[in-house]
């Protein structure tokens, strides 16, 4: 189990900040130990469409290689949310064809980051035989079996910013701004920069909403004199109560839903209610992009090393996973049974509701 020379390494899903800090320490890690490590390309499409890379879809990586790339933003060995090798665009199925390209390229193992989806794949690669060590990304830190994931801290720092931003211009104007940010199923990032960005509502997917509410919460804190403008968060999958999320697009063969859109449906709904002018901002991918902090950075360095010593360790289809104290070997099974979800009764929304922020409901 321990016999290795090389290993692969690929990101998968959307991009997080961190990504390349998970490269980095894993390469390093890797040549340490006296292995060869390769990154794929674009997921694992690089080893799926390998005539579509001039490098035949593999990357070399080398100290060299990744020496500098800690602190960048995205990822350099590309990604996808595209390349399931169990359900192409045309239906078929390639997850043997691809385990038999990582065995043509005498590879060992992958390391595979990604969120629950791109681990999901992961889980079935294993228990199809290829051996995999999961590493959790995602900025929306909805992965049940770790206690953090890299990219949420950063995606919450640039959110804070463009919040306390938001509170000048909104204060020139007697405005009511809509900040509509990710956040599919889980609101970490909204209740998280609502919080520190000393929002008056934030409305999440796991506490269903009723705009009356929001309005009349909106109406309250906006009659003080000294006070008539309000800020209030969106995570792009809430909801009303009785409703469904918003959407941008349907899915359809081969993609997925896109949502979105819910922060201008309740700015409208506001303007109807308070007489507020109101004005809806859209984070969307500036969350994804930039330098990762020094906390994601750290993060990602620690996920890599781990990922490969785990390797060294003899582990096989688990997911490193940070508990503090400890780091944990975690199934990928279990790592992707379910989502971490926003507990009503949890301290983030007790602090909130505490400082009197309104959830809608």
């Known amino acids: 189990m321990t016999d290795i020379k090389r290993i692969a390494i690929s990101t998968g899903g959307g991009d997080a900040p961190g990504l390349n800090a998970v490269i980095h320490a894993a390469v390093y890690a ?16 690089g080893l799926l469409e390998p005539q579509n890379y001039p490098d035949g879809g593999l990357m070399k990586l080398t100290r060299r290689v990744v020496r500098d790339i800690a602190h960048l933003g995205g990822t350099i060995l590309g990604t996808t949310n595209r390349g399931n090798p169990f359900t192409r665009q045309n ?11 990582f065995r043509e390229h005498h590879l060992d193992a992958l390391i595979s980051v990604g969120g629950d989806g791109t681990l999901a794949i992961a889980r079935e690669l294993n228990e199809k035989g290829l051996r995999v060590i999961g590493v959790p990304k995602t900025i929306d830190n909805d992965l049940d079996s770790t206690a953090v994931t890299f990219g949420f801290d950063s995606a919450v720092s640039f959110a804070t910013e463009c919040i306390d931003r938001l509170h000048f211009t909104a204060e020139s104007h007697r405005r009511v701004m809509i900040v509509e940010v990710m956040g599919r199923a ?6 998280y920069s609502g919080i520190a960005g000393r929002a008056d509502a934030i409305l999440i997917p796991e506490i269903p909403y009723e705009i009356t509410k929001v309005a ?16 209030v968060i969106v995570a792009e999958g ?28 309740v700015a409208a709904q506001l ?19 930039g330098q990762p902090t ?5 993060l990602g360095l620690t996920f890599g090393a781990t990922a490969v010593r785990a390797l060294a360790e003899g582990q096989d289809g688990v997911m490193v996973a940070i508990n503090p104290p400890k780091i944990d070997y975690v199934p990928l099974k279990v790592a992707t049974a379910k989502l971490k979800l926003v507990a009503g009764d949890g301290y983030g929304v007790m602090t909130a509701r505490t400082l009197d922020i309104s959830f809608g409901d």
């Open 294 to 298: 020094s906390i994601d950075r750290s």
């Open 238 to 265: 809430a909801k009303p109560v009785g409703g469904g999320v918003t959407l941008r697009e349907a899915a359809t063969a081969g993609h997925v839903e896109r949502l979105g859109g819910v922060g201008e449906i």
């Open 186 to 191: 889980a609101g970490w990032i909204a209740l």
């Open 30 to 45: 890797a040549r340490n130990r006296g292995w060869e490590i390769f990154g794929i390309r674009d997921g694992l499409e």
């Open 91 to 101: 239906g078929s199925d390639r997850a043997a064809e691809l385990i038999q390209r």
């Open 216 to 231: 009349a919460h909106v109406k309250r804190k906006t009659a003080n004199r000294s006070r008539q403008y309000s800020i």
């Open 271 to 289: 303007r109807e209610r308070t007489g507020k002018e109101t004005r809806a901002v859209v984070l969307g991918h500036l969350l994804r992009g």
